[in-house]
C-alpha cells in the first residue's frame, strides 16, 4: 500500500521512489510562458501574427512540456529494503541496482539556487568503482537520511548489531 509523499514521491512499507524534481526545469518553463505572453500581447496590439511563427512558437511550447514531462516520468530513483534503483532514459533506458553493501559514502551536493528551491543531487559512492547520482531530485536531505537509516536497519539485521 503506497501512501503519497508528495508529488513525484511515493514511499512504502520499506521503499522510497522519487523522481527528478520539476524545479529544475523551472528556467524552461518560464521561457514557454514568456514566448506565449508575447504571443499573446503581439496579437492584441498588432491583430495578426505570422502563421508559421505563431505556429512554430505553438509547437516549440507543446513539444518541450512534453519532452520535459516524460524525462521526469522516465528518471526514478528507489530506496529499497537492500538496494538502491536508478532508471534513467527516455530513448536508451539505464537501469542500475545498487546493493547496500557496495555503498561506501553518501552526500548531497546542492548549488546555491537549488538550495534555495529545495532540491539538489544525491552521490553514492562504492567501494571500488566510482559512484552513481540520483539528480535533480526533491529534499536530497530526506533522501540521503533516509538511505542512511534504510542502510543502518539492513546492516543491524545483517550482522545483530
Not at 12 to 25: A, G, H, I, W
Not at 28 to 46: G, Q, R, T
Not at 122 to 134: D, E, I, L
Request: net charge positive; glycine share 10%; charged share 20%.
Amino acid at each position: 500500500m503506497a501512501k503519497q509523499k508528495n508529488k513525484g514521491e511515493k514511499k512504502e512499507e520499506d521503499n522510497l521512489v522519487t523522481t527528478c524534481s520539476r524545479k529544475y526545469f523551472l528556467f524552461f518553463y518560464i521561457l514557454c510562458f514568456i514566448l506565449f505572453f508575447m504571443m499573446v500581447f503581439i496579437f492584441l496590439s498588432e491583430g495578426e501574427l505570422n502563421l508559421f511563427a505563431s505556429l512554430g512558437a505553438v509547437l516549440f511550447i507543446i513539444g518541450g512540456v512534453i519532452f520535459t514531462e516524460l524525462y521526469r516520468a522516465y528518471s526514478s530513483y528507489e530506496i529499497g529494503s537492500h538496494y538502491i534503483a536508478l532508471r534513467k532514459g527516455l530513448i536508451t533506458n539505464r537501469y542500475t541496482k545498487i546493493g547496500f553493501k557496495s555503498v561506501s559514502d553518501v552526500r548531497v551536493s546542492q548549488k546555491p539556487s537549488q538550495r534555495l528551491l529545495g532540491y539538489g543531487d544525491v552521490y553514492m559512492s562504492q567501494y571500488g568503482k566510482g559512484g552513481v547520482f540520483a539528480e535533480n531530485i526533491d529534499k536530497p536531505r530526506y533522501f540521503m537520511n533516509f538511505l542512511n537509516k534504510k542502510m543502518g536497519e539492513w546492516n543491524k539485521n545483517l550482522y545483530g548489531k
